[in-house]
């Protein structure tokens, strides 16, 4: 009996020791060096591995930093903080760009649109677009399956019961995926002074606009009559804002749009996030 | 003894008995048309009139100058009232021309008859087929000039007129070849005289008997050379590469086209369209629609002008049943539902199923029991259970390694699918992501 134990602790003793000068000896001989700052450049980034930077993942973009084929504010998703770091590690000087938010320009949920009929197919927003684009009527505006939520690396979105998708403002960081996936190009990415939004994507009449989406913009003018020439101009039957010119402070009063799709940012919206 | 037919498809119920025997009523003329200007494949036309001209029939209203394109001419003599973006029958909003009828009869405009045509030089017989705006009128509406004139390399040997007609609840090309039958065999020999080839076929599913035997009857009194095939009934018998199977028993190779094989496949509604740009020289304004389904009160087959709302033909087939429940443009296993019934029809437009009973999909699809019935229904010999999981996980370097482009996309394996998922969306979404991947592939390179 005692043997037996004895002998299974010596041979398995034995082997742990034999197998572990092997390691040691491998780890000498066959030791890869690597830069330090690879390292040093991916503890500043968020390691969520969005895909952003356009590099497979976080580690790879670290190694394109140190390599000199990325550029250190090359993570769109990174923090004012982060970047200056990576940027001291690496040596150089960036400026830090305006922190990008998505925007999701559409307030059709399931209230405001009307529907085409019932839709069976994949619940997914690029699938339906290739075939009908969903049971919503309007061909401009969110089809409202998530596709953008699924891909969101963040958790910064989420469809909310009326089935639009909400960006989580203190969440997002601005990586683009969901701008990317959007079949409709509902989303887009806003620099955060961007305070000022059109809500809408429709380019139909007005009249047929009013039809498919109460929130539809209508092209009626009357915000840009309340701003100064060329701030916000009309095309394809929809009010759009210079963003050059102006949006950035909320001024003119948005209650005086009649669809409701012209929107300041940073009220309700976020108050909704927070419930 | 058993007809000849190609490998694999399946056997849809064909709910032919609505309209196979009804006369082809001409629908009277309509108080407005929609002249789509993408009823083709290949570059959209642009628009040639304006705004409140006075046009007539057979005028043309689009027109590009690429050449897998195809002009579009107005069905109707009157006044052009709008020029916008309208619903398409396929899905979205494109630009058509809105025209007003002011006229009780149709003014023509035609282009000059070729009469002898026997004689008439190919080049200018092709360049007819091209200004009649004629495109495949079975359904993918390719140009026709385009199919008539391969590249020199290839030898085309011989024509196979498609008579199968294996959608379900058609019968339009049935009842052309019973009643237009003449037309049908000039149309095809026209044809055959403008790609130079012999030996012609008829191919003719075998549950339209009397269409064989009118056609047989035409052949032998025409003294043509064609020869007239009775197909077994399966679907789809009727898609080009299947077709070129049974008929000729040449197989299309993967990625390729018929002309590979050395033929050319056109559709009925095709040959009568170029006999009409041909020997009476007018362009391809109207066109025979099945209207039918249990949904619909008189179900018929109409020859509609190019460009009349669904409601108008609807209306003239006595109008939808209370109980109907869904309107197809096309027949029920490629055809797309519809959710406007102001939708023009198009060109390729070939019937109107109203559909009473619930249809095919279920609420929910269920999860795949790897049965492979889809395996042993697809006729392009694809995996579609595998494929369409693979785009699901967006695997796209997979999934078109399994030859996922070459998907006609006939509807066969989810019509088999006993858990009813929607395998072909999930094939369309593949297409698209393996197009995006090439696409990036070409920037990056």
């Not at chain 1, 009649?258 to 309700?268: D, I, N």
């Not at chain 2, 002011?102 to 087929?129: G, Y």
């Not at chain 2, 019937?351 to 049965?371: F, L, S, W």
Request: a negative charge.
């Amino acid at each position: 009996m005692i043997s037996s134990i004895l002998i299974s602790m010596a041979s398995m003793g034995g082997m742990g020791l034999l197998f572990s000068a092997g390691l040691a000896v491998a780890n000498k001989k066959f030791y890869v060096a690597e830069d330090p700052r690879i390292t040093a450049v991916m503890e500043e980034l968020p390691r969520a591995n969005c895909g952003g930077c356009g590099y497979p993942g976080c580690a790879n973009f670290a190694e394109n930093v140190v390599s000199g084929t990325a550029l250190a504010n090359g993570c769109p998703v990174n923090t004012a903080d982060g970047t200056e770091t990576i940027a001291r590690i690496m040596g150089v000087d960036v400026e830090t760009g305006e922190r990008l938010i998505a925007r999701v320009i559409c307030r059709g949920g399931d209230y405001e649109t009307a529907k085409k009929g019932t839709y069976h197919g994949i619940m997914s927003c690029t699938a339906a677009h290739l075939m009908g684009g969903g049971d919503r009527l309007c061909d401009y505006g969110c089809i409202g399956y998530g596709e953008c939520v699924d891909v969101c690396p963040f958790d910064a979105m989420y469809m909310n019961e009326n089935h639009l998708p909400v960006v989580i403002e203190d969440k997002c960081t601005g990586c683009g995926n969901c701008a990317d996936v959007c079949p409709r190009d509902v989303i887009e990415m806003h620099p955060e002074s961007h305070k000022l939004f059109i809500m809408c994507k429709n380019e139909d009449a007005p009249k047929e606009a009013r039809q498919t989406c109460i929130k539809a913009c209508i092209g009626c003018g009357i915000c840009i009559r309340a701003v100064e020439e060329g701030e916000i101009v009309l095309e394809d039957n929809l009010a759009r804002i210079n963003y050059d010119k102006y949006g950035r402070v909320p001024v003119i009063p948005t209650e005086k749009c009649a669809p409701g799709s012209f929107v300041t940012f940073g009220e309700e919206e976020s108050a909704e996030a927070a419930a | 003894m058993r007809l000849p037919t190609f490998i694999k498809g399946v056997h849809p119920n064909d709910y032919k008995h609505f309209t196979c025997t009804k006369l082809i009523e001409t629908l009277p003329l309509p108080d407005h048309v929609f002249i789509s200007l993408q009823q083709h494949i290949g570059a959209p036309c642009t628009v040639v009139v304006e705004k409140g001209q006075e046009i007539k029939t057979g005028q043309v209203v689009g027109s590009s100058d690429a050449y897998v394109s195809s002009p579009v001419h107005s069905s109707i003599t009157g006044k052009v009232k709008d020029i916008g973006t309208f619903v398409h029958p396929v899905g979205g909003k494109v630009q058509m021309v809105y025209i007003q009828r002011t006229a009780d009869e149709d003014q023509w405009e035609l282009m000059p008859a070729i009469s002898d045509w026997q004689s008439a030089s190919i080049d200018r017989l092709n360049q007819r087929v091209r200004a009649a705006g004629i495109v495949g009128l079975g359904g993918a509406a390719f140009p026709t000039h385009v199919k008539l004139a391969p590249p020199k390399d290839k030898t085309i040997d011989s024509f196979i007129l498609n008579g199968c007609e294996c959608e379900p609840f058609l019968t339009a090309d049935h009842r052309a070849m019973v009643e237009q039958t003449d037309k049908i065999l000039a149309g095809m020999a026209i044809i055959m005289k403008i790609l130079g080839v012999k030996d012609g076929f008829i191919g003719i599913e075998n549950n339209k008997p009397d269409a064989i035997e009118t056609m047989r009857a035409a052949v032998r009194q025409g003294e043509y050379n064609f020869k007239v095939v009775s197909l077994q009934v399966k679907y789809p018998q009727g898609a080009e590469k299947m077709l070129i199977q049974s008929v000729l028993k040449r197989q299309v190779p993967t990625g390729g086209l018929p002309m590979d094989v050395g033929t050319v496949v056109n559709n009925i509604g095709t040959a009568i369209a170029v006999a009409n740009a041909v020997i009476t020289g007018k362009a391809l304004v109207e066109r025979i629609v099945t209207v039918t389904g249990d949904g619909i009160n008189e179900p018929k087959n109409v020859l509609a002008r190019i460009g009349t709302p669904f409601q108008d033909i609807l209306n003239h087939c006595g109008g939808l049943k209370e109980e109907a429940i869904q309107v197809f443009m096309g027949g029920p296993m490629m055809g797309m539902a519809q959710y406007n019934l102001q939708v023009p029809i198009v060109k390729a437009t070939s019937g109107i199923v109203c559909t009473a009973e619930k249809g095919q999909p279920a609420e929910r699809a269920m999860p795949c029991i790897r049965c492979g019935t889809c395996v042993s229904a697809c006729p392009m010999f694809l995996l579609p259970t595998r494929i369409a999981r693979l785009s699901e996980m967006g695997h796209t370097a997979e999934s078109e390694d399994l030859g996922i482009m070459n998907c006609i996309e006939c509807g066969s394996c989810s019509f088999v699918c006993p858990s009813q998922i929607p395998l072909v969306q999930w094939i369309r979404l593949g297409k698209l992501q393996v197009g995006e991947m090439k696409r990036k592939e070409k920037e990056a390179a």
